[in-house]
């Protein structure tokens, strides 16, 4: 989870500024965190206690309304009694890696994670993202196996994985769809050789880089273990203090060291 909080801090300068090159700064001076982390914290907190996602995302996006969410999500947060809005959107997937850190089987993944969508993005594309993101979270970390990986998420959800982030690179803009995200952050995790290369992947791709990275970065930091003490200080230096005790006593619990 770390990982993917860690991904939304480096990639944050890069959405307004995006970039097709994988030489950048890792943590620009104007990085920080933004609404991913916020809502990953959301949903860590709630599988800490009730499994009461809403309730959770809620609660935390409201004390944070300025953290960068987009203007249908900002109107569920005002709501008070807020309603799924059929959104196919991004923050469904960029939100559900403490999902696949969670649970045990890939069949409950899959059902929590469809809980952790449904409270928002309840289209079909909004669910299907968080179920590939979290389902490739607990691949990684309980097999370890990038080929498998690779063919769970194409059987089941039907993403084309076939591409490398080199054949995606120059033709790709921003975009803040599932359908138009999720797949292309996996494969940048696909296409790795460490956690760093993965995150630098997403953010060369030149979209919605934070997003991207927060994706690419559960899965990366599933697969290959914990971050550096590097990054895991910085996310803990841009974290406010009640977000970061946690996501750390998330990690205590389900971090990748304890996988």
């Known amino acids: 989870?770390?990982?993917?909080?860690?991904?939304?801090?480096?990639?944050?300068?890069?959405?307004?500024?995006?970039?097709?090159?994988?030489?950048?700064?890792?943590?620009?001076?104007?990085?920080?965190?933004?609404?991913?982390?916020?809502l990953t914290v959301a949903i860590a907190k709630a599988v800490l206690s009730d499994r009461n996602y809403l309730k959770a995302v809620w609660e935390t996006g409201r004390r944070y309304p300025h953290a960068g969410?987009?203007?249908?999500?900002?109107?569920?947060?005002?709501?008070?009694?807020?309603?799924?809005?059929?959104?196919?959107?991004?923050?469904?997937?960029?939100?559900?890696?403490?999902?696949?850190?969670?649970?045990?089987?890939a069949e409950l993944v899959l059902q929590e994670a469809e809980r952790t969508a449904e409270i928002s993005h309840n289209h079909p594309e909004g669910v299907k993202g968080a179920q590939a993101t979290a389902l490739a979270v607990f691949l990684a970390r309980t097999t370890r196996n990038k080929s498998l990986i690779r063919k769970e998420v194409v059987d089941r959800f039907g993403y084309d994985l076939?591409?490398?982030?080199?054949?995606?690179?120059?033709?790709?803009?921003?975009?803040v769809s599932c359908q138009g995200t999720v797949?292309?952050?996996?494969?940048?995790?696909?296409?790795?050789?460490?956690?760093?290369?993965?995150?630098?992947?997403?953010?060369?791709?030149?979209?919605?880089?934070?997003?991207?990275?927060?994706?690419?970065?559960?899965?990366?930091?599933?697969?290959?273990?914990?971050?550096?003490?590097?990054?895991?200080?910085?996310?803990?230096?841009c974290l406010p203090e009640d977000?970061?005790?946690?996501?750390?006593k998330f990690c205590n619990k389900y971090g990748t060291e304890n996988s």
């Open 1 to 38: 989870m770390i990982g993917a909080i860690a991904g939304d801090i480096i990639g944050s300068f890069y959405e307004r500024y995006q970039i097709k090159t994988k030489r950048f700064p890792l943590f620009h001076p104007q990085c920080c965190f933004t609404d991913d982390s916020v």
């Open 69 to 105: 969410y987009g203007g249908s999500f900002i109107r569920w947060l005002r709501s008070i009694d807020p309603k799924p809005y059929n959104s196919w959107g991004n923050g469904s997937a960029m939100r559900v890696s403490p999902v696949g850190f969670a649970f045990d089987s």
């Open 162 to 175: 076939n591409r490398t982030v080199d054949d995606i690179r120059p033709f790709y803009g921003f975009d």
């Open 183 to 237: 797949p292309e952050a996996i494969i940048s995790f696909l296409d790795a050789n460490s956690y760093e290369d993965a995150v630098r992947n997403a953010v060369s791709l030149g979209g919605d880089s934070d997003t991207l990275a927060c994706i690419t970065g559960g899965i990366a930091e599933a697969y290959y273990g914990p971050v550096s003490l590097r990054i895991l200080n910085k996310v803990k230096e």
């Open 243 to 248: 977000l970061w005790m946690i996501a750390e």
